[in-house]
């Protein structure tokens, strides 16, 4: 709804009537009486009883006699006052007791704006300074919020060659790509799956089997005067089975059990050493790669020195305090060290094919190692024994070597244990009809609960 016009509705209910019940007076012709309004008239003659295009006009009017005047003010200036007034009569049917705050409404539109403004601006202030109480508090949030940690991406195994790697990265890259690891990962896998399947031995064992026929049956005999007969009868026959086999004593399950459970811890120790393996390889590639190319640096930096021997011999043998043998060794050191520079670049290369086949894609820059990094310092503590005893509680190759062991075991107890007999519990229901050929119309209803021993 648009609502023209300035000031309350006690000034709206003021306002003079529309111009053809009351004509305003003009120079050129003489001013006409007005017939005074009556109650009843001045009572209807409110705000929203004037046509919008009066009350249109009369503001137009309004503002040119303030442009007339001088004191016209700005065009955002009436705007601001109109909505204000518009609001302060929204304010007057719903006015808060004395006492109260100013309800929304109430308040001017500009100092609305403004303060939702500030307050859009401390909650981004909030955020960013991590302050996440004060962003909640601007936000209008009660009580304790919490704010979820953010959740990271993995991290990927495509690396970029323009960026320069870590042995981290590399390692990651490597740990996705290698083959063996790969493919002790999914043996991994598939060995968890052996203990569900020996514990699944003990579970009740439910089949069930339906069975119909079409049967075309011929008799022969002899009637009553003891004269060949033939009879020939057709009908269907059906059978229906639920059987029901709980295992109570099986000697050889524990044994199975515990068979499954070292045959995952098998392969969880193989994947463990293909893991370490894998990153012995991953960093004696990645040591090398950075040794060959500080060989590379330091074989070019020699080069340098060697051209400005060269050039320091040929100058002094040409002014006559030099030796031509002088100037010969110089040369065949300087060509000497181009041989060597030739045999680091070909080390480079070959080390940066070692890391890119270790992770199946090209591989750029090369971080360099820390030489002041002290987080290996903990790993030199204790002596001899403490080591020896270390690698036999965590080496994977003794873990694998002792699954096994602990196989052989469980399979010679299996072996034992099958000369033992197995005890089951069985129930049966059968329903049948017509499987008998004497008696065709015959029916059968076969139930039984029972201990198997074998």
Not at 39 to 51: F, H, I, K, L, M
Request: charged fraction near 25%.
């Amino acid at each position: 709804m648009l609502l023209v016009g300035a000031g309350s509705p006690a000034s709206w209910s003021q306002q003079p009537a529309p111009a053809d019940a009351k004509p305003k007076a003009t120079a050129s012709k003489p001013q006409s009486k007005a017939t005074p309004a009556t109650a009843e008239q001045q009572t209807s003659a409110r705000w929203w009883d004037v046509p919008l295009s009066d009350r249109i006009n009369r503001r137009l009017d309004a503002l040119g006699d303030k442009v007339r005047e001088g004191t016209r003010e700005p065009l955002s200036d009436q705007l601001n006052r109109s909505v204000d007034s518009v609001f302060t009569g929204v304010s007057l049917l719903f006015k808060a007791p004395k006492g109260q705050n100013l309800a929304w409404w109430e308040k001017p539109l500009a100092d609305r704006l403004n303060a939702r403004i500030d307050r859009v601006q401390a909650t981004i202030a909030g955020l960013e300074a991590r302050d996440f109480a004060v962003a909640a508090r601007h936000l209008g949030l009660d009580g304790p919020v919490i704010w979820p940690e953010p959740v990271l991406p993995p991290p990927s195994a495509k690396l970029d060659p323009d960026t320069t790697l870590t042995i981290l990265d590399v390692w990651r890259a490597a740990m996705v790509n290698d083959r063996s690891v790969r493919a002790a990962r999914a043996g991994a896998q598939a060995a968890q799956e052996r203990a569900p399947q020996a514990r699944a031995q003990a579970l009740p064992q439910v089949q069930f089997s339906a069975s119909q026929f079409a049967n075309n049956v011929a008799r022969d005999g002899t009637n009553t005067l003891n004269q060949p007969l033939q009879i020939f009868d057709r009908y269907e026959s059906s059978n229906q089975t639920l059987s029901l086999r709980q295992p109570l004593i099986r000697a050889a399950l524990p044994h199975q059990l515990a068979q499954a459970r070292l045959v995952g811890e098998e392969a969880q120790a193989v994947l463990r050493r293909e893991t370490q393996n894998l990153a012995a390889k991953v960093a004696g590639t990645y040591l090398e790669a950075l040794l060959a190319q500080d060989q590379l640096t330091l074989e070019q930096a020699q080069q340098r020195f060697l051209r400005t021997v060269v050039a320091a011999e040929t100058r002094a043998l040409a002014a006559g305090s030099g030796t031509r043998t002088a100037v010969d060794e110089a040369t065949a050191r300087l060509d000497l060290n181009r041989a060597q520079e030739l045999e680091a670049r070909q080390a480079v290369d070959l080390t940066r094919r070692q890391l890119e086949v270790l992770v199946n894609q090209p591989v750029g820059r090369l971080a360099r190692l820390d030489a002041q990094d002290r987080s290996l310092e903990g790993l030199v503590q204790g002596g001899l024994d403490d080591w020896v005893a270390l690698a036999l509680r965590s080496s994977p190759e003794v873990q694998a070597l002792q699954a096994q062991l602990g196989q052989l075991r469980e399979e010679v107890g299996k072996a034992r244990a099958g000369h033992f007999p197995t005890v089951d519990l069985v129930a049966q229901a059968q329903r049948s009809r017509s499987e008998n050929v004497i008696n065709p119309q015959a029916r059968l209803t076969n139930q039984l609960v029972g201990v198997q021993v074998n």
